[in-house]
T-cell receptor, first 114, second 113 residues
Framework: AQSVTQLGSHVSVSEGALVLLRCNYS??????LFWYVQYPNQGLQLLLK??????LVKGINGFEAEFKKSETSFHLTKPSAHMSDAAEYFC????????????FGAGTRLAVHP | DAEITQSPRHKITETGRQVTLACHQT?????MFWYRQDLGHGLRLIHY???????NKGEVSDGYSVSRSNTEDLPLTLESAASSQTSVYFC????????????FGEGSRLTVL
């Protein structure tokens, strides 16, 4: 069965520092991969997604993620954290095929301090 | 603009009562989903639908039901609310196309006393 693992339920960085949120998936075939962000008291919104093609994917708000098939990873990065990046981030995966469901990781809460 | 709305946003109820959470989307998406979000568990799929009259159980469907009588709505019903169902519930929809992402509502926070 497909699963998604996010390493670290809480990550804390200083403003201006590199953000690295880790995500690994287990799948017999390369899935479609997504990162969502959730701000307090809001629903989830898509940051970026990988489907096919270029393995480095750029998203909104300066975030990017790289699909590494050999490592079954899809880590999210941002070169310089901003206070407004404080939120919860979810990695998700879905096997190809329109009837396959999206599987979420447990989430990583990012704190950004001055 | 197209959107997905949930109601109520907050609900307090008592154990044993029936509760219905509404979800309405204006994208004309065939695919709709209900998730619950709990600390340490991320989002877990409760029920989903791929079109009118189609409903399917997700990984945590016990105690919940859905119905799909039209494209726009997928109400979630708790037949007899239990304290274990205290959670935040999210509705989402996805359009056609294999790579489409989910669009989420803002959530419904349910407290069962």
């Amino acid at each position: 069965a497909q699963s998604v693992t996010q390493l670290g339920s809480h990550v804390s960085v200083s403003e201006g520092a590199l953000v690295l949120l880790r995500c690994n998936y287990s799948s017999s075939v390369p899935p479609y991969l997504f990162w969502y962000v959730q701000y307090p008291n809001q629903g989830l919104q898509l940051l970026l997604k990988y489907t096919t093609g270029a393995t480095l994917v750029k998203g909104i708000n300066g975030f990017e993620a790289e699909f590494k098939k050999s490592e079954t990873s899809f880590h999210l990065t941002k070169p310089s954290a901003h206070m407004s990046d404080a939120a919860e981030y979810f990695c998700a995966a879905r096997a190809s095929g329109g009837y396959n469901k999206l599987i979420f990781g447990a989430g990583t809460r990012l704190a950004v301090h001055p | 603009d197209a959107e997905i709305t949930q109601s109520p946003r907050h609900k307090i109820t008592e154990t044993g009562r029936q509760v219905t959470l509404a979800c309405h989307q204006t994208w004309n998406h065939n695919n709709m989903f209900w998730y619950r979000q709990d600390l340490g568990h991320g989002l877990r799929l409760i029920h989903y639908s791929y079109g009118v009259q189609d409903t399917n159980k997700g990984e945590v469907s016990d105690g919940y039901s859905v119905s799909r009588s039209n494209t726009e709505d997928l109400p979630l019903t708790l037949e007899s609310a239990a304290s274990s169902q205290t959670s935040v519930y999210f509705c989402a929809s996805r359009g056609a196309g294999d790579t489409g992402e989910l669009f989420f509502g803002e959530g419904s926070r349910l407290t069962v006393l």
